[in-house]
């Protein structure tokens, strides 16, 4: 379909919201044409930063008359390329529509607009004695968390994004405003809508506003750190905890290259070995019991040496150690850009995929760290790249098929929590098989113009 004129688009979306909120700025296009991944940039023909579902409606009309691509944006911290406008067209940003809507304590609920990061929501919640469960380390947006379904490293015991989702408002491609469920506990009412959109990339349509399961801060939290001499013994451990029923909330494994790495950015001094990262959730009462029992656990695992942290100080030096591991393993390769595979497994076969991704690395030479949400059976390789050395990215994609393939040959997926976007997309039909046609024919029954976010998750035949 022939797309309309640049002119002809921008005058009557100057007129479907205010002229200073349509941008062709190239700042602005720059800012819009990236995001925190390794796939080349590309720059949209416009940036709108509407402020409420009509407007986001009107936008789409405009875009569905002309045929014009339109790619929703909350911070641009994805990993896969999902917000990169390779078609051009229209980037959409949602920071404007940035309001906590409404808090329902007594249901566990929050309403959002889709702008609203998750710091700023668990900053409001606090005060109420709730938090929202979901963190995948940066900072992002809900809008975009739903959008690629995130997780992270509480996902162990609270679930992923799409379990927090209890409702969406949506705008269609054809500008209609629809609701995907409400805020009840359960319903065994029609399609389940919301699992069809989060998780969909802005393919599908944008959200406007999320509902939100949220939960009761904790009485105490006590965080941990225990080192293995190898990732087998440390991912046993984490089988054992977890079939003890230990409530433990969150379970890192970090290999023994990216703890020398942690050492170096933060000032720790953590021992160079395979180590997971704990931290538990209760009362005081059952919390300890659970201390006590984990520590036999880690014992009989073979255990080289283990802590516990239970003031705050000490527990957050732990976690922004880990979630600063990103930023510490690009320091130790200057000049280099990070490269983050995404690979979950059954628990089972989790020590397995690690250990052939270390085999991998070494066969190909590659430089990296390895970290997991082991909890769940999700890991990525960091990995560190020239991105000029056509030769070193080529072995780059050759080394993430390895793993993917292995995943998937072991019943998993080729990617837990960063979402396909342009860089997993040439798996999808490996790990889907015929499903993927009905993917597509959802899609085209939403979008029968493909002027959403195109070139995501799959392609249109």
């Known amino acids: 379909?022939?797309?309309?004129?640049?002119?002809?688009?921008?005058?009557?979306?100057?007129?479907?919201?205010?002229?200073?909120?349509?941008?062709?700025?190239?700042?602005?296009?720059?800012?819009?044409?990236?995001?925190?991944?390794?796939?080349?940039?590309?720059?949209?023909?416009?940036?709108?930063?509407?402020?409420?579902?009509?407007?986001?409606?009107?936008?789409?009309?405009?875009?569905?008359?002309?045929?014009?691509?339109?790619?929703?944006?909350?911070?641009?911290?994805?990993?896969e390329g999902h917000v990169i406008p390779y078609s051009g067209g229209i980037s959409v940003d949602f920071s404007l529509m940035d309001q906590i809507l409404e808090v329902y304590p007594n249901d566990f609920l929050v309403k959002v607009q889709p702008g609203v990061t998750r710091s700023k929501l668990n900053q409001e919640l606090k005060k109420h004695g709730l938090?929202?469960?979901?963190?995948?380390?940066?900072?992002?947006?809900?809008?975009?968390?739903?959008?690629?379904?995130?997780?992270?490293?509480?996902?162990?015991?609270?679930?992923?994004?799409?379990d927090q989702v209890r409702d969406m408002e949506v705008v269609l491609a054809n500008g209609t405003i629809m609701h995907t469920g409400n805020m009840a506990t359960k319903s065994s009412s029609g399609y389940n809508l919301n699992g069809l959109f989060v998780g969909s990339e802005g393919t599908l349509g944008c959200f406007t506003e999320l509902t939100l399961r949220v939960y009761g801060i904790p009485e105490m939290i006590v965080a941990g750190r225990a080192s293995f001499a190898t990732i087998g013994q440390a991912v046993d451990t984490v089988v054992s905890i977890l079939s003890a029923g230990i409530q433990v909330a969150r379970i890192e494994l970090v290999d023994q290259q990216s703890i020398s790495h942690v050492n170096v950015y933060s000032g720790t001094d953590y021992l160079e070995m395979p180590t997971l990262f704990l931290e538990f959730h209760g009362n005081e009462a059952g919390l300890m019991q659970d201390m006590e029992f984990a520590k036999e656990i880690l014992a009989d695992n073979n255990c080289t040496d283990f802590q516990f942290e239970k003031d705050s100080q000490s527990r957050n030096t732990l976690w922004d150690a880990r979630h600063n591991l990103a930023y510490a393993v690009m320091r130790a390769y200057p000049g280099k850009k990070m490269m983050v595979t995404?690979?979950?497994?059954?628990?089972?076969?989790?020590?397995?995929?690690?250990?052939?991704?270390?085999?991998?690395?070494?066969?190909?030479?590659?430089?990296g760290g390895i970290v997991g949400h082991v909890g769940d059976g999700n890991y990525h390789v960091l990995l560190m790249l020239d991105v000029t050395d056509e030769e070193e990215i080529k072995k780059a994609d050759e080394f993430n098929r390895h793993i993917v393939e292995f995943a998937l040959n072991k019943g998993g997926s080729c990617t837990g929590e960063h979402g396909v976007g342009v860089g997993k997309m040439k798996y999808q039909s490996l790990e889907h098989g015929n499903s993927l046609q009905v993917m597509k024919a959802l899609k085209k029954t939403l979008d029968p113009y493909n002027i959403l976010n195109p070139g995501k998750i799959f392609t249109i035949d």
Do not use: W
């Open 1 to 79: 379909m022939k797309r309309g004129s640049r002119v002809s688009y921008l005058e009557e979306l100057r007129k479907a919201l205010s002229p200073e909120r349509v941008s062709i700025n190239e700042g602005i296009l720059d800012q819009h044409s990236k995001d925190e991944s390794y796939h080349k940039p590309f720059l949209p023909d416009a940036v709108i930063f509407p402020v409420s579902a009509e407007e986001v409606s009107n936008v789409m009309k405009v875009a569905e008359k002309y045929k014009i691509p339109l790619i929703p944006f909350g911070l641009g911290t994805s990993l």
């Open 131 to 162: 938090f929202f469960s979901v963190d995948p380390g940066a900072d992002a947006t809900l809008g975009g968390m739903a959008a690629t379904n995130a997780s992270g490293t509480t996902s162990v015991r609270y679930g992923i994004m799409r």
């Open 342 to 367: 995404d690979v979950c497994l059954p628990i089972s076969e989790l020590a397995n995929g690690i250990e052939s991704a270390i085999e991998a690395l070494a066969s190909y030479e590659l430089q």
